[in-house]
């Protein structure tokens, strides 16, 4: 990929500026999916990621710049960016010699994807397809989708490491949807390993869609979980997800060393069921997270964690094992060549212990059946839990009987362990199961969200301007063939990322990356490919394999490219030249600001890191129906995480401000947000169960609002998966709640004026007084339903194809504070946040339960923190149940504004 004397030069120009250690991860990775839905292969799809990453470390503090140039000026110019932005001084010259490592096989592949032909790929789908229906003619709709993924890696640094790895990962997955006189449920099954196409030696994908299929009818009739503390038996090989989230993370030495887990300083303690022995192993054989080297090019390894219960070791990437003088474990992680290594798992699992099944569902009187369990998330400082059950079914005298619906399992990780210890539980977890971990990303539930920027995003770049992304897109589209409709969207953003911590910069990321999408229709039948650079022969490449990948799709009669409307562009000041231009060196006080505000707040707070970020895109799209525009756009802001601690307690919280520049920030605002956010749960407890009215905090709507969103997306309700499907003109909410999605209004952080097909964004009223007026749409949704495009097609860059979703979501806010809304409560509960709502709500049929933690409230007074509960309805009875929206509208780096909402009548589930 890049040759050793190249990489010994880059090393020492990085390191040339005093620097103590510098490194260059490169990747080159080609991937194919397949997307199965409504009975079509709607689109096949063909990737190409290619770069490398340089993290320059000087003392406390990192530096990171990548690029998609692999020639040796290419690497030199970020290698020179990563060492600025960890130092300022001056150093010398560093001779850097680099010995290759040995070749490490893991996970040997017989057949490798790339040289399986798609039409046998797309066939695996057509199969799934047809086997879910045929289980039952309840089975209304089946999505089904493939992926496989080549990546080559390369790590080099100046400690004289020179590796290579090979990672083949093949993956297949299918949803059902079966609809009954109870409304419609779902059920999913996936496969997933790091081999090749062999995978489907192993795998019947008949078999995993008639399970899937099986699962949703079997729903149909299933009954509401029931609440309050009950022993849970979990399937075995379905165990892992639940020690991943609740015990792993807690593990990760880079929570560890900020003091951010319940697991610090308990190394020699007995922290589980003397039962359990848990391992992290990322030399497991075709596993999803085995690997020959991790990403910092250390060699994977088998890491026992917990043995017998004591807790006998973290899991360590390099900088957390130098500064503590430890051996790393082979846990640097990276989501690809663009970010930063994290510690993170591979293979997480629990060894097995000597019960048969059988004999411990017999062994209990009254309880659930967890068969399968959906995603999780912990806070790592509390080690408070939540998983979604995907399927379950209650024990009664020791038996399984009636399924259950979906609800989320709620707990705490040493608290269940010394429960285990008290109960004298036996565990026998089957053959050894993986976790999978593709993407190392951070323990749920402490971090706002990311503001990355998913619509169709507009922005000046020092190194391409925006008429040359245009001229690039328009040169694809003018090499149309007959009978095609052709889209190329082209790219090109740059981000800061800047990370305090003790008043010192721990990293700095400054970075910028370019690519093209490009979409071929011909004859109802969509191709698409992507490349993640602007190189002439790679944009050849893309519009070659997008034309191929048309060959397999199925026809659809409203497959289309979108077309001029005649709606006008709202002008927008959404580049703000003061952030252009805004001085590294402020941009790092700002941070630094933020955390001396913030620690004087309380003296229990701590600080785990506080951050300034910044994102400017640029972007430019054209087609051959007629569509040329470009633009560009920016905007910023400010987080910051907490720790509140209490003698042997520790709670999390968060505070953040945003804006078009820094101007706009309010750091003493988003300072006391943090710190309250931690302290007032400090002391919090699991409450009795019971039926309340709920006042949701403004974060905690928008989220809300989220949900909310995919049922009212148009392609979602014209393949019959929105409960609000033949709604429109029904009154499904208050009279007193108006939703609007209205990109058009600058206060939302997410506001645009273009959609993602190049269509101008426009207000859409969604509902009014309570009416279902209208469903968002993008062009091929539209078209589908007969209606015209709102405005709301989005794409997560130039990766994908548009999609359809809601913009800058709004509920029309009342006129009263927070504080008058609670006054008005007698008995109820603040939800201050709330966790699972990726696995507890299916927005298919309306199911709604999530873990939370907030204050009760009683008489109108705000009063005990509680903590490890579920409130729970369904959204149509929840939308249905508001009983006041509040005027405190709180613009937030997501989708949709916060305000607070009152809403009666919820299931608190507790003790």
């Known amino acids: 990929m890049i040759d050793q004397d190249v990489l010994e030069r880059v090393l020492a120009a990085a390191v040339r500026t005093g620097a103590d250690f510098a490194e260059v991860f490169a990747e080159d990775k080609r991937s194919t999916s397949v997307g199965l839905d409504d009975g079509r292969v709607e689109q096949v799809t063909s990737g190409r990621d290619r770069g490398a990453g340089i993290r320059v470390v000087k003392g406390d503090t990192t530096g990171f710049a990548h690029t998609a140039d692999l020639s040796e000026a290419g690497l030199r110019a970020a290698a020179e960016a990563a060492a600025a932005a960890a130092s300022q001084g001056g150093g010398g010259a560093r001779t850097v010699a680099l010995t290759r490592g040995a070749e490490r096989v893991v996970s040997p592949v017989s057949q490798y994807p790339d040289d399986v032909r798609k039409a046998d790929k797309v066939a695996l789908l057509l199969r799934m397809n047809d086997a879910a229906r045929g289980a039952g003619a309840s089975i209304v709709q089946v999505s089904a989708g493939y992926g496989d993924s080549r990546k080559h890696i390369l790590v080099a640094n100046t400690d004289g490491v020179f590796v290579t790895d090979q990672q083949v990962r093949t993956l297949i997955r299918v949803t059902a949807v079966a609809d009954g006189d109870a409304g419609m449920q779902t059920g999913s099954q996936s496969a997933g390993q790091t081999i090749g196409f062999e995978l489907f030696d192993q795998v019947d994908v008949e078999h995993l869609a008639r399970d899937a299929a099986r699962m949703a009818i079997t729903k149909l009739d299933a009954r509401p979980a029931p609440s309050g503390a009950l022993p ?168 399984i009987t009636d399924p259950l619906r979906e609800g989320n399992l709620i707990g705490n990780g040493p608290a269940g362990a010394e429960e285990h210890r008290r109960a004298r539980q036996r565990l026998r977890d089957g053959q050894p199961r993986h976790v999978r971990q ?86 109802g039948r969509t191709g698409f490919a992507y490349a993640g650079t602007l190189d002439p022969a790679a944009i050849a490449e893309v519009l070659a394999d997008a034309r191929d990948n048309v060959e397999f799709g199925t026809c659809d009669e409203w497959a289309g490219l979108a077309e001029p409307d005649g709606v006008e562009v709202v002008e927008q000041q959404l580049w703000n030249e003061a952030l252009a231009d805004f001085a590294t060196d402020r941009k790092i006080e700002l941070a630094k600001e933020l955390e001396r505000l913030t620690v004087n707040v309380d003296p229990r707070v701590r600080v785990d890191d506080s951050n300034y970020s910044d994102v400017a895109v640029e972007s430019a799209v054209a087609t051959t129906t007629g569509i040329r525009r470009s633009g560009r756009e920016n905007g910023c802001y400010v987080s910051i995480s907490t720790l509140a601690d209490d003698g042997d307690e520790t709670q999390t919280g968060f505070g953040f401000s945003v804006g078009r520049s820094p101007d706009q920030f309010d750091l003493a605002k988003a300072a006391k947000e943090a710190a309250d956010r931690a302290t007032r749960l400090l002391g919090a407890v699991k409450p009795s169960s019971k039926r309340v009215t709920v006042v949701l905090d403004p974060y905690v709507t928008a989220m809300f609002l989220g949900v909310i969103s995919s049922t009212l997306n148009g392609e979602a309700v014209a393949k019959g998966r929105s409960l609000f499907k033949d709604r429109l003109g029904d009154v499904v909410a208050n009279p007193m709640v108006t939703l609007v999605d209205d990109p058009t209004n600058t206060l939302a952080y997410t506001a645009t004026d273009l959609d993602g097909e190049g269509l101008a964004a426009r207000r859409n009223v969604l509902i009014d007084a309570g009416v279902l007026q209208q469903f968002v749409h993008n062009s091929y949704s539209a078209r589908r339903a007969g209606a015209r495009s709102t405005g709301n097609a989005v794409r997560g860059g130039f990766k994908g194809t548009p999609g359809v979703g809601c913009l800058a979501l709004q509920l029309q806010p009342g006129t009263r504070d927070q504080s008058a809304l609670v006054a008005d409560v007698a008995d109820g509960v603040l939800v201050t946040s709330v966790q699972g709502l990726h696995s507890g709500v299916n927005s298919i049929s309306g199911d709604f339960s999530v873990g939370a933690s907030g204050l009760l409230i009683t008489n109108g007074v705000v009063g005990a923190p509680i903590r490890e509960f579920t409130i729970a309805s369904t959204l149509q009875r929840m939308l249905l149940d508001v009983v006041e929206i509040g005027g405190d509208v709180d613009w937030l780096p997501m989708r949709a504004a916060g305000v607070s909402l009152v809403i009666r009548d919820i299931t608190l589930s507790g003790a």
């Not at 899991?315 to 957390?320: I, S």
């Not at 589209?477 to 008043?503: C, K, L, N, P, W």
């Open 232 to 399: 849970v038996v979990i399937k075995q090989g379905s165990g892992g997800v639940l020690f991943h989230e609740a015990c792993g993370h807690g593990l990760e030495a880079d929570i560890i060393a900020k003091g951010g887990s319940v697991y610090r300083g308990k190394k020699g303690e007995l922290v589980a069921s003397p039962l359990v022995t848990l391992v992290d192993d990322g030399t497991m054989r075709g596993e999803w997270g085995a690997i020959a080297y991790d990403d910092e090019g250390h060699a994977s390894q088998y890491n026992v964690l917990i043995e017998n219960g004591v807790l006998t070791e973290y899991m360590w990437d390099y900088l957390r094992a130098r500064n503590e003088g430890h051996a790393r474990s082979g846990n640097g992680r990276r989501q690809s060549y663009q970010h930063l290594p994290m510690v993170r798992m591979t293979n997480t699992y629990v060894l097995n212990g000597t019960e048969e099944p059988d004999d411990i569902v017999r062994a209990t009187d009254y309880g659930v059946y967890v068969a399968k369990l959906g995603g999780g998330s912990v806070n790592t400082a509390s080690g408070d839990f939540v998983f979604g059950m995907t399927e379950a079914y209650l024990i009664e005298n020791g038996e």
């Open 438 to 523: 593709g993407r190392p990303g951070r323990a749920g539930g402490r971090r706002p969200a990311h503001a990355a920027r998913q619509v169709d995003d507009h922005r000046r770049d020092g190194g391409m301007s925006t008429e040359q992304l245009q001229e690039i897109a328009d040169r694809v589209i003018a090499q149309a063939r007959s009978g095609e409709q052709v889209e190329a969207f082209v790219s090109r953003d740059s981000e800061t990322d800047i990370r305090v911590y003790e008043g010192s910069v721990e990293h700095f990321v400054s970075a910028q990356s370019e690519g093209i999408g490009i979409r071929v229709i011909r004859d």
